[in-house]
């Protein structure tokens, strides 16, 4: 049985802090382990060929498989959530680490495929899994496109992070 987004994502973190293995070259190894899943593929690439429910390319939500494919071996990593995702080799190889979704993309010259709801044939993130909300207006562009109640949520937002950050109390 699949574990949950939490458990997954946890999964990853701990596997940044003190690695099991080194994850060289081991990419689906690493998404699927962190979701408790069985091989079936022997890439990336044939693993995202093999996918039956893509949500497009848009920002994920955490726990998402995330994808690229190059002709050859293909990536996946797991969604962190905000456009960042727990990835093998991008900042050193055989180190799992947290990067930016575009990093990927833009270090590797791969196509970004998009984000999954399921992987090695089985659903991992329920069919209720929203389409991620497009994010607030940054500061900067606040003067000439958001609302009041725009700029009001994203800091009521932001201090909600932090709060289950443990950056600040309640």
Known sequence: MARTVAQALSYAYNQHKSPSRNWGAWCLVFVRSAWGVAALYPS???GWYGTRHRMGT????????????NGRHGHVA?????GYC???DVVTYGRIHKVAISRITRQWGQRYRGWTRDINGVVVLPASTP???????????????ATKAQIIEAIRSGIRAEIRAGLIGD
Do not use: R
């Not at 797991?78 to 905000?82: F, K, P």
């Open 58 to 69: 848009g920002t994920p939500p955490a726990g998402a498989p995330v994808w690229w494919t």
């Open 86 to 88: 727990w990835s093998n």
């Open 78 to 82: 797991l969604s962190a959530g905000g």
């Open 44 to 46: 990336a690439e044939k």
């Open 131 to 145: 389409a991620p909300k497009p994010p607030p207006p940054a500061p900067a562009e606040w003067d000439e496109q």
